[in-house]
């Protein structure tokens, strides 16, 4: 216990006496201004919040000195356009603006023509250089879009994203979406978040950060610096407590006060827009329009089937996988909780099992797993029996989904895949079929927490968002299997010059 307390200066000062159960309970400062003022300066001067105002301030201000993407934006038609401020993480570090020389001409996607009363956007794409997100770039780009990857690669590759280098309607940010970052966006589409056991079995904690960052949207006001400055405080050991109880009381009490700052926001507003309908339009687009992708793990081992979004789920919340089916239930209940009591624009897309070109070749999944051992001729590995079932959607029909979700007028959930659905048995035959029919298959014991069954109910994606997938698994297989015989071939290349 000892050297716990010598490690960490967040829980006492070093100078100080190591705190014990007989330590006096932390209580707050009394109120010392008049009860005539209003309430926001109230809540200024109690527990020295002026101070973390200020010291956000000065953070706030230091971002737009050091920061030189922030100062290449586009063309001032398109800045001018751009009416809210995003931030996205929690702790400090230095966005990473990757620049890429022009390109020649290759690769660039030209402009399609937006249409009359629709203006060019300015997107955020987390974890845009995936596999999903990669994709979902290229249509954003080719209908007119200006388009911001963010993406740590841990899953994603730089190669996926290669063609848009040195179109100015591109930018590719490496950077890590648990730290904090503030672009002037109109859209987030929040991908970042491992998809694949091995991946987000890896740094579960981390998974679940990831999957719950991107909702702490405010616009840049006192609210949004006191933030920033309460939590980099954290993270470089500038704020210590003498106790843990402490610690947790003045933590709460600040979050308190960054959403009261925001209630108080919102009350202008709304006292801004009664009775002013010329004001309606700002008020609404105050908030940036964010898109949470979901997932058919918040289903669990379903014991409904197929699955409705009215379904709550079956799922084990400290299993092996839990980072990641807890992870991502936990993100919709934050994102359903800022939609309703801070009137955030937000949509909720739940993606059942997706296969194309651009998955990563060695990460776990059933498809990519057959697909790389049929290629490089080995055993197809089946877990268990092989008559657990999933449904198979590609990924293109997933994009489209996703773009209609966020445009349209509906917050969700709602299941994205395609309810074909295979055993996976019935998919190793589909593989030898398409790769190689002397494939043979091999068993081994199924891993923890697996499910028995998922297929999704689209119906309500039929009905609200004109969305249904077009593309079959013996369509799109096909497709996949040529993007990994090429990367795998270069692969193998690359390791025989070494």
Known sequence: MKQLHKQSSVNHRRDEAIPTSQSPPYSPK????????????????????????LVGILIGSTFFIVQPSLSRLGPAETRSTIPRSVTIGVTSRDQISIPYPQSNGAGKVGRIPVGIGRRRLRIVVTGGAGFVGSHLVDKLIARGDDVIVIDNFFTGRKENVMHHFGNPRFELIRHDVVEPI????????????????????????????????????????????????????????????????????????????????????????????????????????????????????????????????????????????????????????LTMDYHRGADVEVRIARIFNTYGPRMCIDDGRVVSNFVAQAIRKQPLTVYGDGKQTRSFQYVSDLVDGLVALMEGEHVGPFNLGNPGEFTMLELAEVVKETIDSSATIEFKPNTADDPHKRKPDISRAKELLNWEPKISLREGLPLMVSDFQNRILNEDEGKGQK
């Open 30 to 53: 009394t109120l010392k201004h008049p009860r005539s003022l209003p309430r926001s300066i109230n809540y200024l001067f109690k527990e020295q919040r002026l101070l973390f105002i």
């Open 182 to 333: 503030l672009l002037e966006v109109d859209q987030i589409y929040h991908l970042a978040c491992p998809a694949s056991p091995v991946h987000y079995k890896y740094n579960p904690v981390k998974t679940i950060i990831s999957l719950l960052i991107v909702m702490l949207v405010a616009n840049f006001d006192l609210g949004l610096l006191c933030a920033i400055a309460f939590l980099s405080c954290l993270n470089l050991r500038l704020v210590v407590w003498k106790t843990e109880e402490e610690r947790t009381k003045q933590s709460c009490q600040f979050l308190c006060f960054v959403l009261v700052l925001e209630n108080e926001k919102n009350d202008l507003n709304r006292d801004k827009c009664d009775g002013h309908p010329e004001h309606v339009g700002p008020c609404k687009e105050d908030w940036g329009k964010v898109l949470l992708t979901s997932t058919s793990e918040v289903y669990g081992d379903p014991l409904e089937h197929p699955q409705k979004e009215t379904y709550w789920g079956n799922v084990n919340p400290i299993g092996v996988r839990s980072c990641y089916d807890e992870g991502k239930r936990t993100a919709e209940t």
